[in-house]
């Protein structure tokens, strides 16, 4: 038997049993058993500090784009519902954690602010991104991370640079149980038609190399040090492997794709058949950039 919430975390907002496939972009997984969605950063942080002094674990969910949960989950996740405020000051925006990527590269481009182009076809939220050091196209968040706010483990408020070794290619220090709140980027100004033309371009050259009509999460596995792991899957012979409505995508190596009717299992299933098929044919181990949720 689950032992009870305690009071002060049931007073922050939450609901009950909602599916992971609603949750997440490859519409897959159980049941959320406990979902709380602060509303401010205040409502954030009793989540934390009540689960801490409880000992509770506890997990936290961005815009679900990078995720597979396997089963039910009775920890409390937690999923920022901030106001999408965006606050400009001269070069530099500052947007909430839950502020949805895409929007917040959109809003930069529109303000005639040069600098997060690479980020206008990465789902999620900003949260996520900053968490994972999102990129593409040779750019990632740090180029351009000026300040960013989170709670520690402990629940803790902390405002600041970022330092060197904090961030690198698909990883930060705030994986594990930190909370990003909000962060500020820095960027240049610069002429709004060339801004947007970037920005179409980015998106052409993805929705052409990408799966991007199906359900997805992204690219799977991280890209091994000087190689891509959509070729070696690729050269592997790995294109449209299936198992049910899970496939490894004909138009992109590296991403799954959801036909329809896939499960959970099926996708962690197919991703531990490309990594050890990939290993056997090029004695490479690939490290998952998708995480995998169990209780
Ligand atoms: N390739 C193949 N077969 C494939 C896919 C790719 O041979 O099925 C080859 C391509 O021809 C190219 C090379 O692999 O020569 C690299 O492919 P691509 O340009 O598509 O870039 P990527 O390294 O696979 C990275 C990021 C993407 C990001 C793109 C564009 C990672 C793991 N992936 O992909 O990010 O959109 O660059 O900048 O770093 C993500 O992180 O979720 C993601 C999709």
Redesign the pocket.
């Known amino acids: 038997m689950p032992r009870p919430l305690p009071d002060d975390l049931l007073q922050v907002p939450h609901r009950r049993d909602v599916p992971f496939s609603r949750l997440t972009t490859l519409g897959v997984g159980g049941v959320c058993r406990w979902l709380f969605e602060p509303r401010t950063e205040l409502e954030a942080q009793a989540f934390v500090r009540a689960c801490a002094r409880e000992g509770l674990p506890w997990r936290v969910l961005g815009g679900g784009?990078?995720l597979v949960v396997l089963g039910d989950l009775q920890v409390p996740v937690l999923r920022l519902a901030f106001p999408k405020e965006i606050r400009l000051e001269g070069r530099q925006l500052t947007a909430p954690a839950s502020h949805g990527h895409i929007a917040l590269a959109e809003a930069a481009a529109a303000a005639g602010l040069s600098g997060l182009e690479?980020a206008s076809?990465?789902p999620g939220s900003l949260g996520g991104a900053i968490r994972?050091n999102?990129?593409?196209?040779?750019r990632e968040w740090i180029d351009v991370l000026v300040r960013y706010r989170f709670l520690s483990p402990e629940g803790d408020l902390v405002e600041k640079a970022p330092q060197p070794g904090e961030f690198s290619?698909?990883w930060s220090f705030l994986s594990g149980g930190h909370v990003v709140l909000s962060a500020t980027a820095d960027l240049v100004e610069g002429d709004p038609a060339r801004i947007r033309a970037q920005v179409a371009e980015?998106r052409e050259?993805?929705g052409t190399?990408?799966p991007l009509s199906k359900r997805n999460?992204?690219?799977?596995?991280?890209?091994p040090p000087g190689q891509?792991?959509?070729?070696l899957?690729?050269?592997a012979g790995l294109?449209g492997l299936r198992l049910g409505d899970a496939e490894v995508?004909p138009?992109?190596?590296?991403?799954l794709v959801n036909h329809g009717r896939a499960t959970a299992q099926e996708f962690a299933d197919l991703m531990d058949q490309v990594r050890s098929r990939v290993l056997e044919v090029h004695g490479v181990t690939l490290e998952p950039?998708v995480e995998i949720w169990r209780e």
């Open positions: 784009s990078n690479f076809g990465i994972m999102a990129g593409a196209y040779g290619y698909r980015y050259k993805r190399s990408q999460a992204g690219c799977i596995f991280k890209n891509s792991a959509g070729r899957i690729d050269s294109k995508s138009e992109h190596a590296n991403f950039e």
